[in-house]
């Protein structure tokens, strides 16, 4: 089985510009969470989506939005970029809302210049 | 306010030898634990999880055990292996339902040939 996959690995933008990240979960799994890793920060929950809705969300501001698919895949898109959100964004995929463990893609990194 | 601890950012071990990685946490609600493993430029791998109701899981070389009382879990590695050097995550949720994990900010194990 395929694994998380995400889109594209590495992106350079600047300032003031928005950007739109993929993630394609794991085969039949239904629950897609982003997060956002910087140097000793460990990983910061952004949202989670199951069916297309939104069930959770991290406290990140409304620059960071999100979406989900019918076929389960998600976008999430930072608009009016700022040096801060030069990070290594994560997508982590369970079977559901229940599943107790995620299972992560290799991420993308984004630099801000 | 840090939920999940670990309070060891980098830790050095000869090949052959036992890892011991520690963490901590302070909500009472979590009760189940994960441990990722993430290497440079890919997403975190889980490694392996421990629910509330046991105080000790194994997988091969890693071990992971849970004292409730003192709200610390560690994952043993043993033997460490070169191929083990990684930053190690740990992360907490309460079980089931739709509920995020917390993750610490990684401690970074080097194992030395």
């Known amino acids: 089985k395929a694994g998380v996959t995400q889109t594209p690995r590495y992106l350079i933008k600047t300032r003031g510009q928005q950007v739109t990240l993929s993630c394609s979960p794991i085969?039949?799994?239904?629950?897609v969470s982003w997060y956002q890793q910087t140097p000793g920060q460990g990983l910061q929950f952004l949202f989670e989506?199951?069916?297309?809705?939104?069930?959770n969300k991290g406290n990140f501001p409304g620059r960071f939005s999100g979406r989900q698919f019918s076929n389960s895949r998600s976008e999430m898109n930072v608009s009016t970029l700022e040096l801060g959100d030069s990070a290594l964004y994560l997508c982590a995929s369970s079977q559901g809302p229940e599943a107790d463990t995620q299972y992560f893609g290799p991420g993308t990194r984004l630099t801000v210049l | 306010d840090q939920q999940v601890k670990q309070n060891s950012p980098s830790l050095s071990v000869q090949e052959g030898r036992i890892s011991i990685l520690n963490c901590d946490y302070t909500n009472s609600m979590f009760d189940y634990f994960l441990w990722y493993k993430k290497y440079p430029a890919e997403g975190p791998t889980f490694l392996i999880s421990?629910?509330?109701?046991?105080d000790k899981n194994e997988d091969g070389r890693f071990t992971v055990f849970l004292n409730k009382s003192a709200k610390h879990l560690s994952l043993h590695i043993v033997p460490s292996q070169p191929g083990d050097s990684a930053v190690y995550f740990c992360?907490?949720?309460?079980?089931?339902?739709?509920?995020?994990?917390?993750f610490g900010r990684g401690t970074s194990l080097i194992v030395h040939p």
């Open positions: 421990i629910s509330s109701i046991k």
């Open positions: 992360a907490a949720k309460p079980s089931g339902g739709s509920y995020i994990p917390t």
């Open positions: 085969s039949g799994h239904r629950s």
């Open positions: 989506y199951f069916s297309e809705t939104q069930r």
